[in-house]
């Protein structure tokens, strides 16, 4: 039993050829029984999904962090594509999403958007009787009840303006013992993070430059230090908690793609102990079960 991390978009609201918008997959099991949780959906999360064989009726449930642009960019077509491509005899499901305060509003709008691309469809197709299936659950702290042999968490993090924003924790269980994964989303460090990463296998934590973003002399660029983690604060969370691998992501500004972040890994591991992950998008991190006591 496992978790595994899919980082299937590491950039930024800065676009970039290589690397999509702000998107995770955590995956528990295997085959046609495995869990799919997205956590933010940031431009062409669903192109980077087609490269790993899935598509959004596969997704279990989106979770989103917090409701900045480039964490939900692509949102829409999530609800969209599971919508027109959940074909008969499959019957269709609600996609579940998971927010904070604040997004069943943006979930209605996105909707509303689309209010034009609905009518011409269930027009056009016999099979779509009805407009796309929808569940929002908002969470400020604490467990969210979802089906499925996952268990997820969240806390509040500290991303401030931006309010509220939450990290999710997920918890696999099987005979031999747990398997858990922190996602963090953009955030400075703060209790609520180190309380769901106390003792979790694995933390995937966005990160940014600051000793090269302070050098830029663009004011716009500067207002993004105070509310981002740099690779060495994430590390000291990693750390305080007790986290056996971190994994960095959001990368500001962009690694090189196909270069190793030689410098963004040695950043981290001057503030911590174990594995350090990074990489291009689609990278793919394998969390194994600790073993229950005398197993």
């Not at 089906?147 to 991303?159: F, K, M, Q, W, Y």
Request: hydrophobic share 40%; proline share 8%; with cysteine.
């Amino acid at each position: 039993m496992n978790l595994t991390i899919t980082l299937l978009g590491t950039g930024s609201p800065m676009p970039h050829p290589d690397r999509a918008g702000p998107a995770t997959l955590i995956s528990a099991g295997f085959g046609l029984g495995a869990e799919h949780y997205l956590v933010d959906a940031g431009r062409g999360v669903l192109m980077r999904m087609a490269a790993v064989g899935l598509g959004a009726p596969n997704l279990t449930a989106v979770l989103i962090t917090h409701l900045h642009s480039d964490h939900l960019t692509d949102l829409n077509d999530v609800i969209t594509t599971r919508w027109v491509m959940t074909l008969p005899p499959t019957l269709p499901t609600p996609l579940t999403i998971v927010g904070p305060v604040g997004t069943r509003a943006v979930v209605d709008h996105i909707l509303a958007s689309l209010g034009p691309d609905i009518a011409y469809r269930i027009a056009h197709h016999e099979d779509l009787d009805q407009p796309p299936l929808v569940d929002v659950i908002e969470v400020i702290d604490g467990p969210i009840n979802l089906p499925g042999n996952v268990s997820i968490r969240c806390a509040p993090t500290d991303h401030k303006p931006v309010e509220p924003s939450v990290g999710y924790r997920f918890d696999h269980t099987g005979e031999d013992g747990t398997a858990s994964v922190v996602a963090a989303g953009d955030t400075v460090p703060c209790t609520g993070l180190d309380d769901l990463c106390a003792g979790a296998d694995a933390l995937v934590h966005t990160v940014i430059r600051k000793d090269i973003v302070a050098n830029i002399p663009l004011q716009r660029m500067q207002d993004t230090l105070d509310y981002h983690s740099s690779p060495e604060e994430a590390a000291n969370t990693a750390q305080r908690a007790g986290v056996g691998t971190l994994v960095l992501t959001h990368y500001v500004p962009p690694i090189p793609t196909g270069t190793a972040g030689d410098d963004w890994r040695a950043l981290a591991a001057a503030h911590f102990g174990g594995i350090i992950e990074l990489g291009d998008d689609l990278h793919r991190v394998e969390i194994n079960t600790t073993l229950s006591p005398g197993a």
